[in-house]
């Protein structure tokens, strides 16, 4: 049978952690169960999963279903559940696309806590078509039916729903029935009317008016007043069916439909019969055998009560009657169709359309080893157009069977039985576990973990019940210390605590024994894994939307989308014998598109040469296979050094491939391309026309349309499995290339059409994009919740204070990157079932680059965005499908700046630097680089050496990579020549601006002089020479004291640049007024460690031959000795006369003709000793003149001579012999009442720093 239908199941989770909104549904009588407090559940979502049957309550649905509004309006379908012991009902959006003006999309969960369980079959929905609101009706344990109201804006924004209290919306279904009767399942045929089947065989018809809360009760029982009273008490007939602890009356229905018109009440029965009840009269007016037989009162055939029966009426193109179809399970299961003839008051009959006619799907198990359960069928009735289509679901435990037909009812019996197709059930197939391979690189542990916690593969509760599990079984208790652990973490420590490092005598450590145990140990874990990953692809219903005609299979713990093969599929999944019907069969059953062989090569030769490769790959030793991968992975992430037919001839050589293959795989392959004449008979043509069959460049309309977060669940995982399909596909070809190649394509005998060079180089390329794209679909990122409108939101756009956000979600970088720039197609005259594989197309085409740009520029892109999301170790690892270009490298340098490893970012700027500033960009530079670059970054780029290399030099200052900087920084001047024309205004400044701050940074202040004395602007000269001095002096003082300081200074060649030693000579004064008003005031002059500024100055004045200035500075430190308390205390005055002695010195250095200087004095000479005042304080240049602003107080200028210093000093000298001898002149030092000028004696100094009126000096 052919499989022209596929599947993708998905988990559904809530897209943030603030997506869920919860509602408590008090009892009837408005009590609540303590133990299902808001507090309590979330203890026990915290309580580890410690066994199976605690995973299954807490974590799978035990009912799930999809309900579609009658109202075509979004959002209109909606995946509900039933979970957490049935005592959940949670419900969510499930459309697949919205309009892009509707930007608020319902994206919220609700979970509605009832105090008591589900009943089974106890959740039904309903709405108008008129109406907004979504109507569920829910059955408890209790016998208690509520009706929740919730409006389809409760999904956009729950806090409208949650502000009401729960009595405007939630109310109880008053019926005197319940108090009496226990409920066994539940239909609403709209929000008026509901219909109650109970457990003794009666029906109960609720109804009401449209805004009327007042159900009128309508009861349904043609048994005898003594039968119902029998009824009521419970009593057990002899032919009651067991349900559990309770019992069932025959005539319970298990399933109920009511007519379009809504005068008739069908209801499949457990005695196998159709009942039909008249509700306006409340008669029976039709009942026949599920199979129109003839049965014997006392006849046991029965349904069975855990299962559901299924109907569905409809009406047929120009037919008066509508018509009814049941499905029985007797006899292998058997379809009906019932033509129900009659009036609305008449009496009704129920006719067989077509007796004598067996209808019964296929059996998924024909040998009846397994016993299979119809558990869903959903009938499209079909038009003047198009045939009906019947889809039937079957179970087996976890696993499903899904079937569909196409039929004419004029010849039913020959369509039947020749028109039924399947879907492929990949949902239910198991991924292959790593295979042990000695040689491998990779050591067991990280494989398991690779592939255990690959994205899609195992959810997380999986893996913790899991391990739980395998605790209990190894009798392993988890220590306090190891349940904070990661999951990653636990798995390691507890498998690894199962496996010892032995030693056998003095022998070394068994390494090779040790790792096959610990492989041993992970596949046992991995087989529980398994056992309970499978209760989550359990199959609960089968759910159909006739309006969009898409299938779905809601699952215990995922939905299962059903949608159309793609023409690889086609040939992937079906058998070789059935491709020669393929075409007709899609043919007759697509009428929306066309699936044919447009090339000599029909599907049957294509199929052939799929199977034989794949076949032949698969039997290669776990060893060969891995190694064969990893030469593929080594050749295409590596830049080729020799032509391609080197490049297999060593990927043969170096796996030994021929030696490899057995003759009995030989012979195998040779048997599977017997009908090509063998090996020798493919040729590259066929090849080709496999590689076809990938998704091209489509033209598809642009759609107003974005894809829901629902239906980006569906997408990415859908695309996961079409990228691992393709690329096991590559593999497969490349591998019987390589082989075919080596084998039998010898120069001495070559095989006609056939040229493994062709074919490897054609493969290859194709390969690396879905490696890549691989890659990105498994590994996730977080990112602000986002909903795309008209123009989207691109990456670079997004903020990343956003990301730290709640309202973040996890999602694969494909998704992020390229796959959400696909949009969904309306469905209007084409299914959703093709239009999903068509948008999977698309974004395939749209990944390999077809539609925009190449795919190397395309990985570059990628990897950009990784690096502007600050993805540094995805986009490290990322690197294995980076091409070999000047872009690239480039991009490789950005890496190694976000990683820290700057040697490795300045090797690739320099590897990149010719490309990148020399020719022409291949397009918009901001766009290829994901935002990375901005609009003025990228103008440095194809505009020149010096601008490429300024840029980098700009970026290794951003990140403070001075070393690297002040690398790029020479390399800009050297490439800046001295003629050449500056690229932009200033830009040579800038340059050496940039180098200056580099040099500086890196405390090599000769460099940095170099560069600043290279700068043309005058003002920033000054500045610099001021940010030279104060680094010189702050760094070289903490660590060689003020000295070294001082002798770097003097080092450079300032008397070459005099404009530059003015400057620092000015700021050096700058600083010594500020250190002479605040700090020296109570420090000794020599400053004890720390910098005196005077000193510098003295110091530097004298090395530039100073000697005026270095006495004007001499003098400054005068006054400073003179006014400090330690001087005037001292007897010996050893300060003053040092101090003294060194002005002496220096102006005897000064020609006699210039042997002075002007300073300031105060008019008032007799002012108090010992009085200072700061603001007479002031630094005197070399030509005696104040920088700053003077008090008001007059003053006058005197002359200071090297005489005058030579009588203070000798007068310094009488004073201390005075005082030696205790000869104290209180009148000589006394202060003068008299006002006037002073006159000073030929022999005394007229600057009298003996005295304490020295103090009256200003400088």
């Given at each position: 049978m052919l499989s022209l239908y596929t599947e993708t199941a998905f988990e559904v989770t809530p897209a943030t952690s603030s997506s869920t909104a919860e509602f408590e549904i008090p009892r009837k009588n408005g009590s609540f169960d303590q133990s299902q407090s808001p507090a309590k559940r979330q203890a026990r979502r915290r309580t580890p999963l410690l066994d199976e049957q605690t995973f299954v309550a807490q974590n799978l649905a035990s009912e799930s279903s999809i309900y579609f509004r009658q109202s075509k309006s979004y959002p209109r379908t909606f995946s509900w559940s039933v979970l957490n012991s049935a005592k959940t009902l949670q419900i969510q959006c499930s459309d697949l696309a919205r309009s892009e003006t509707d930007t608020k999309e319902a994206h919220f969960v609700l979970r509605f806590f009832f105090q008591d369980p589900i009943i089974h079959r106890g959740v039904t929905f309903a709405d108008l078509e008129n109406g907004d609101d979504l109507h569920a009706f829910v059955c408890t344990v209790k016998n208690e039916i509520f009706n929740l109201q919730v409006p389809p804006a409760a999904f956009r924004d729950p806090s409208g729903l949650q502000s009401k209290s729960v009595q405007s919306w939630c109310k109880p279904l008053e019926s005197s029935s319940l108090k009496l009767h226990t409920a066994h399942y539940l239909y609403a045929a709209t929000p008026l009317e509901v219909f109650i089947s109970f457990t003794n065989g009666k029906l109960q018809r609720l109804k009401r008016r449209s805004g009327d809360d007042n159900w009128v009760e309508d009861n349904y029982d043609d048994r005898s007043w003594g039968a119902s009273i029998r009824g009521i008490v419970s009593w057990r007939g002899p032919q009651a069916i067991e349900n559990g602890s309770g019992h069932l009356d025959p005539r319970t229905a298990q399933s109920m439909v009511a007519s379009t018109d809504g005068i008739h009440l069908f209801t499949a029965c457990l005695n196998h019969t159709l009942r039909v009840w008249h509700l306006p009269s409340g008669t029976l007016v039709a009942s026949k055998d599920l199979l129109d037989k003839k049965r014997d009162p006392n006849d046991r055939t029965h349904l069975n009560p855990k299962e559901d029966a299924h109907l569905q009426v409809f009406k047929l193109p120009l037919q008066r009657y509508p018509v009814l179809l049941t499905y029985s399970p007797e006899d292998g299961g058997q379809f009906k169709f019932w033509d129900i003839k009659g009036s609305l008051t008449d009496t009704i009959t129920l006719e067989d359309k077509f007796p004598g006619v067996k209808l019964s799907a296929p059996d998924p198990d024909p040998s009846g080893n397994t016993v299979w359960t119809m558990i869903g069928f959903k009938l499209e009735p079909g038009n003047d157009v198009q045939p009906s289509r019947l889809w039937v679901l079957w179970r087996n435990h976890n696993y499903h069977q899904l079937y569909n037909c196409h039929f004419e009812y004029a010849n039913i019996a020959a369509s039947w039985k020749s028109n039924w197709v399947k879907c492929a059930t990949t949902a239910s197939q198991k991924r292959l576990a790593p295979e042990f391979v000695r040689s491998d690189h990779q050591d067991p542990v990280s494989k398991w973990l690779n592939f255990l916690l690959s994205p899609g593969h195992y959810s997380e509760a999986v893996l913790r019940t899991a391990l739980s599990i395998y605790e209990d079984a190894t009798h392993k208790t988890t220590i306090t210390s190891q349940a904070d652990l990661s999951l990653r973490q636990r798995l390691c420590t507890v498998i690894a605590a199962k496996v010892p490092l032995r030693k056998y005598g003095d022998s070394d450590l068994d390494f090779d024994r040790f790792s096959t145990d610990t492989d041993t140990q992970w596949r046992n874990f991995h087989r529980i894994v398994e056992k309970v990953n499978d209760t989550r692809i359990a199959p609960l219903s089968l759910a159909y939307d006739s309006f969009s005609e898409m299938v779905w299979i809601p699952m215990s713990d995922k939905i299962c989308a059903i949608r159309e093969c793609s023409k690889l599929e086609l040939l992937q999944q079906n058998e070789i014998e059935d491709m020669a019907d393929l075409e007709d069969a899609c043919a007759r059953i697509w009428p929306h598109r066309k699936v044919s062989s447009d090339d000599g090569d029909t599907?049957?030769?294509?199929?052939?040469?799929?199977?034989?490769?794949?076949?032949?790959?698969?039997?290669?030793?776990?060893?060969?296979?891995?190694?064969?991968?990893?030469?593929?992975?080594?050749?295409?992430?590596?830049?080729?050094?020799?032509?391609?037919?080197?490049?297999?001839?060593?990927?043969?050589?170096?796996?030994?491939?021929?030696?490899?293959?057995?003759?009995?795989?030989?012979?195998?392959?040779?048997?599977?391309?017997?009908?090509?004449?063998?090996?020798?008979?493919?040729?590259?043509?066929?090849?080709?026309?496999v590689i076809d069959l990938l998704p091209s460049k489509t033209n598809t309309v642009k759609s107003a349309l974005r894809t829901t977060l629902f239906g980006s669940f569906l997408v990415s995982n859908g695309i996961v499995d079409q990228f691992e399909a393709v690329q096991q596909l590559l593999l497969d070809l490349l591998a019987l290339a390589v082989f075919v190649e080596g084998e039998f394509n010898q120069e001495d005998a070559k095989i006609p059409s056939f040229d493994a060079s062709e074919l490897f180089d054609h493969i290859t390329p194709l390969f690396k994009v879905y490696q890549r794209n691989l890659w990105l679909a498994r590994h996730s990122r977080r990112v602000p919740l986002e909903f795309l409108g008209t123009a989207g939101h691109p990456n670079p756009a997004r903020r990343q204070s956003e990301i730290h956000d709640q309202q973040t979600r996890m999602i694969s970088i494909f998704e992020d990157t390229l796959g959400k720039a696909v949009r969904p197609q309306p469905t209007v005259e084409r299914p959703q079932l093709f239009l999903i594989t068509e948008q999977l197309a698309e974004i395939q085409s749209w990944a390999l680059g077809e539609d925009s740009i190449t795919a190397d520029d395309g990985a570059v892109y990628l990897q950009c965005d990784m690096l502007k999301q600050e993805e540094f170790e995805l986009a490290a690892d990322f690197l294995l499908f980076q091409p070999s270009t000047s872009w690239s490298s480039y991009v490789k340098g950005r890496l190694g700046m976000g990683l820290g490893q700057y040697d490795m970012a300045a090797n690739y700027f320099r590897k990149a630097s010719y490309g990148l500033s020399h020719g022409k960009a291949v397009g918009n530079l901001v766009e290829l680089s994901a935002g990375l670059l901005s609009i003025v970054e990228a103008g440095s780029f194809y505009n020149g050496l010096p601008l490429y290399l300024n840029h980098i030099t700009t970026l290794?200052?951003?990140?403070?990579?001075?070393?690297?900087?002040?690398?790029?920084?020479?390399?800009?001047?050297?490439?800046?020549?001295?003629?050449?024309?500056?690229?932009?205004?200033?830009?040579?400044?800038?340059?050496?601006?940039?180098?200056?701050?580099?040099?500086?940074?890196?405390?090599?202040?000769?460099?940095?002089?170099?560069?600043?004395?290279?700068?043309?602007?005058?003002?920033?000269?000054?500045?610099?020479?001021?940010?030279?001095?104060?680094?010189?002096?702050?760094?070289?003082?903490?660590?060689?004291?003020?000295?070294?300081?001082?002798?770097?200074?003097?080092?450079?060649?300032?008397?070459?640049?005099?404009?530059?030693?003015?400057?620092?000579?000015?700021?050096?004064?700058?600083?010594?007024?500020?250190?002479?008003?605040?700090?020296?005031?109570?420090?000794?002059?020599?400053?004890?460690?720390?910098?005196?500024?005077?000193?510098?100055?003295?110091?530097?004045?004298?090395?530039?031959?100073?000697?005026?200035?270095?006495?004007?500075?001499?003098?400054?430190?005068?006054?400073?000795?003179?006014?400090?308390?330690?001087?005037?205390?001292?007897?010996?005055?050893?300060?003053?006369?040092?101090?003294?002695?060194?002005?002496?010195?220096?102006?005897?250095?000064?020609?006699?003709?210039?042997?002075?200087?002007?300073?300031?004095?105060?008019?008032?000479?007799?002012?108090?000793?010992?009085?200072?005042?700061?603001?007479?304080?002031?630094?005197?240049?070399?030509?005696?003149?104040?920088?700053?602003?003077?008090?008001?107080?007059?003053?006058?200028?005197?002359?200071?001579?090297?005489?005058?210093?030579?009588?203070?000093?000798?007068?310094?000298?009488?004073?201390?012999?005075?005082?030696?001898?205790?000869?104290?002149?209180?009148?000589?030092?006394?202060?003068?009442?008299?006002?006037?000028?002073?006159?000073?004696?030929?022999?005394?100094?007229?600057?009298?720093?003996?005295?304490?009126?020295?103090?009256?000096?200003?400088?």
């Open positions: 599907f049957t030769d294509l199929a052939t040469l799929i199977s034989a490769a794949r076949t032949f790959r698969e039997s290669f030793p776990p060893e060969l296979s891995n190694n064969f991968v990893s030469a593929i992975e080594e050749d295409i992430s590596t830049t080729p050094q020799h032509v391609v037919p080197t490049r297999i001839v060593d990927i043969s050589d170096s796996l030994g491939l021929s030696e490899a293959i057995s003759d009995d795989v030989f012979n195998q392959l040779e048997a599977n391309l017997e009908s090509f004449g063998g090996c020798t008979g493919i040729n590259n043509e066929l090849f080709l026309a290794f200052e951003s990140v403070k990579a001075y070393n690297e900087a002040s690398q790029f920084g020479h390399l800009t001047l050297e490439a800046l020549q001295a003629a050449q024309k500056e690229p932009v205004a200033n830009f040579r400044t800038e340059v050496l601006s940039r180098l200056f701050n580099s040099e500086l940074k890196l405390t090599r202040f000769r460099e940095a002089y170099n560069a600043l004395v290279q700068l043309s602007d005058l003002a920033l000269q000054r500045s610099y020479v001021a940010a030279l001095i104060d680094t010189v002096l702050g760094s070289q003082i903490s660590v060689n004291g003020p000295k070294s300081a001082v002798r770097l200074l003097q080092s450079l060649p300032w008397s070459m640049h005099p404009h530059l030693s003015r400057h620092l000579d000015q700021h050096l004064v700058t600083l010594a007024k500020k250190q002479t008003t605040t700090d020296m005031k109570i420090s000794d002059w020599s400053s004890n460690g720390s910098i005196d500024y005077l000193n510098i100055i003295h110091g530097i004045r004298v090395s530039h031959k100073d000697y005026r200035g270095a006495v004007t500075v001499l003098f400054d430190r005068l006054r400073l000795v003179r006014r400090s308390a330690r001087a005037r205390h001292d007897p010996q005055a050893t300060a003053l006369r040092q101090v003294l002695l060194a002005l002496i010195n220096a102006m005897a250095c000064v020609a006699p003709e210039e042997a002075y200087i002007l300073v300031d004095a105060d008019d008032k000479m007799g002012s108090k000793a010992g009085k200072v005042d700061d603001s007479d304080t002031a630094m005197t240049g070399a030509d005696g003149d104040n920088d700053e602003a003077a008090p008001p107080r007059k003053r006058r200028r005197i002359i200071v001579t090297l005489e005058d210093l030579r009588k203070e000093y000798q007068q310094v000298l009488d004073k201390c012999s005075r005082i030696e001898r205790g000869d104290f002149d209180f009148d000589v030092d006394g202060e003068s009442d008299e006002d006037g000028d002073h006159v000073t004696p030929a022999d005394q100094s007229r600057l009298n720093f003996s005295s304490r009126n020295g103090d009256s000096m200003v400088f």
